[in-house]
């Protein structure tokens, strides 16, 4: 028997939120990374 295809919102279908701490993450360690690969850079 086949089961019959269901189609739900977004929003249940991702059962959480999606806060976007993640980008402001990345965004600080990689402004930090090219800050010290500058030091690193200036040091030698």
Request: charge should be neutral; charged fraction near 20%; avoid cysteine.
């Amino acid at each position: 028997m086949v089961e019959r295809e269901r189609h739900i919102a977004t929003e249940e279908a991702r059962a959480g939120s999606t806060p976007h701490v993640v980008r402001y993450v990345l965004g600080v360690s990689l402004t930090l990374a090219i800050i010290v690969m500058i030091v690193i850079l200036w040091g030698y």
